[in-house]
């Protein structure tokens, strides 16, 4: 089985920047992906990037390029999401994801298993 537990999000302006952070537990070995989603009032659940483990792979959905970073410690089994130049479009519930196979859509929701239960980010214009 496998957990995830997201924190780091908050109330800030636009322009800040957050550190969210997403720490595994259970089945952490082998071949894995996690991701990051998010989902505003209203709105479809939407992909920000995913990494697959062991590996420099990370894909990031467009809206996130140039502006979030993901980033994994191996030795915590912990993934982050630095956002930076945060806008108030960025407001949403931000989830991280884990699938434990093989996968070739990385963006799709329904690929990944296993969820974390969300933090809240709101920016503020």
């Known amino acids: 089985q496998v957990q995830l537990v997201e924190s780091g999000g908050g109330l800030v302006q636009a322009g800040d920047s957050l550190r969210l952070s997403c720490a595994a537990s259970?089945?952490?070995?082998?071949?894995?992906?996690m991701a990051w989603f998010r989902q505003a009032p209203g709105k479809e659940r939407e992909f920000v990037g995913a990494?697959?483990?062991?590996?420099?792979?990370?894909y990031y959905a467009d809206s996130a390029k140039g502006r979030f970073t993901i980033s994994v410690d191996n030795a915590k089994n912990t993934m982050y999401l630095q956002m930076n130049n945060l806008k108030p479009e960025d407001t949403a519930v931000y989830y991280c994801?884990?699938?434990?196979?093989?996968?070739?859509?990385?963006?799709?929701?329904?690929?990944?298993?296993?969820w974390g239960q969300g933090t809240q980010v709101t920016v503020s214009s």
């Open positions: 990494k697959r483990w062991y590996t420099s792979s990370i």
């Open positions: 994801a884990k699938t434990t196979r093989w996968i070739s859509s990385w963006s799709t929701p329904g690929e990944y298993p296993y």
């Open positions: 259970g089945r952490t070995f082998g071949d894995h992906y």
